[in-house]
């Protein structure tokens, strides 16, 4: 007798097997599916972030050259006796932007929405940064600086490293006084030769005149230039740095989308025979698209401190009523509250299943420029068209700079 609490013995039928292998395959489908969609966007995460960190070092040193702007510069000159005399920049483009062969150094100077009619390779529309100051040099002694109070001993400084090298290290000398809380710096130099503007530095500050104080109580400065690694002396009282974003064939990396280029850091050659005057070039940040400059001003005489005028890098287009006296080396070192530098660069790899909006990209700010009414769209900065052949399937940062300088006045 069968007992009835012995198991079926009977199987699947073949349609049940069917039916539930069906349903096997459809769910590792969905999960193969979304599993391929998170690998994609981890994918895409993680180059974004590696992406945002090299942004954050390279721009890092943008953003201390801006900070630098104007140190060690001088402000004022003997115009009593024979003007001084240097070299600078020898490009075509470059030289632009010289105050050589006598002027008064500008800390900060640009060019706005140049092309490649201006200097070559560079991105169009993109931005000229023009930033000087004795520490932007890439000699240690350019980062260097001592004094002598009426007395014959250069500063020795509590940490070894800060000192400059005893009869090796060029640097310049200038004559520090206030007047009416405005620092100036005069230049000294060689008046029997204008162009003999720097000195070999001495610890025991035994300089030949006029190159050291005459009078107990009277403050030099000395601020190092350069020092003895190239052959020559320094072609300016100054180092010089600029920035620009260029596309140059082989430099750009295989992965930036064909509309972006490099943001470079070129540092004027101090010295060096022929190559004097010539830059070289360090990439700061690789896929830009763009990069604008806005300047913020105070107008009043004397000047205080809040903004009420921008500007483009140029100065050619400014939200003020009053046209700003920019090529005055002293306006720009009392007067400019703030720089602004705007840049659009890549974020990640390109993305197939991405597109951009129509929407263009602002880089920068939008300010009423002199006689604009309220409707109407300032040139202080650039848009930038993304849906192109040259940006589409790529994502897109806007970094922003700002920077309140400290050491131009």
Not at 330 to 359: E, W
Request: glycine share 8%; charged share 15%; aromatic share 10%.
């Amino acid at each position: 007798m069968r007992s009835r609490f012995l198991p079926n013995k009977n199987g699947f039928t073949l349609i049940e097997l069917v039916v539930v292998m069906g349903v096997f395959v459809i769910v590792l489908m969905i999960a193969s599916t979304a599993f391929k969609t998170v690998l994609q966007n981890s994918n895409t995460v993680s180059k974004s972030e590696v992406s945002n960190i090299e942004g954050v070092v390279g721009l890092e040193m943008m953003r201390h050259d801006l900070t630098q702007a104007g140190f060690g510069l001088f402000t004022d000159i003997d115009t009593t006796i024979s003007a001084p005399s240097y070299s600078e920049a020898t490009g075509t483009f470059e030289s632009t932007y010289n105050d050589s062969p006598n002027r008064i150094p500008r800390p900060v100077r640009g060019a706005n929405n140049i092309t490649t009619a201006d200097l070559a390779n560079v991105i169009n529309n993109s931005d000229y940064l023009v930033i000087k100051a004795t520490t932007l040099g890439a000699s240690m002694a350019s980062q260097k600086w001592t004094y002598i109070n009426g007395v014959s001993t250069s500063k020795i400084w509590s940490s070894g490293i800060n000192d400059l090298k005893n009869g090796s290290d060029y640097v310049i000398a200038v004559k520090q006084s206030y007047n009416n809380g405005t620092i100036k710096r005069r230049l000294v130099y060689n008046t029997a030769s204008p162009n003999s503007l720097t000195v070999t530095f001495r610890t025991d500050g035994a300089y030949n005149d006029p190159f050291r104080p005459n009078a107990n109580g009277v403050l030099y400065y000395y601020y190092g230039i350069a020092d003895t690694s190239a052959a020559g002396s320094p072609i300016a009282p100054f180092n010089r740095t600029d920035y620009a974003v260029k596309r140059i064939a082989g430099e750009v990396p295989s992965r930036c989308a064909p509309g972006a280029g490099v943001l470079y850091k070129m540092n004027m050659i101090q010295q060096g025979g022929g190559s004097a005057g010539q830059f070289t070039s360090t990439p700061v940040l690789d896929c830009v698209a763009d990069m604008q400059v806005v300047l913020g001003w105070n107008t009043s005489n004397p000047p205080g401190t809040n903004i009420d005028t921008y500007s483009n890098a140029d100065v050619s287009t400014y939200s003020g009523a009053t046209a700003l006296p920019a090529l005055d080396a002293n306006y720009v070192s009392q007067h400019l509250k703030v720089i602004k530098v705007y840049i659009l660069a890549q974020d990640g790899d390109r993305d197939p299943s991405y597109a951009n909006t129509n929407t263009a990209m602002l880089v920068g700010d939008i300010y009423l420029g002199a006689g604009d009414t309220a409707t109407e769209t300032d040139t202080l900065s650039h848009y930038v068209d993304l849906t192109g052949a040259n940006y589409q399937n790529y994502r897109w940062k806007l970094y922003r700079i700002v920077v309140r300088p400290r050491n131009m006045n």
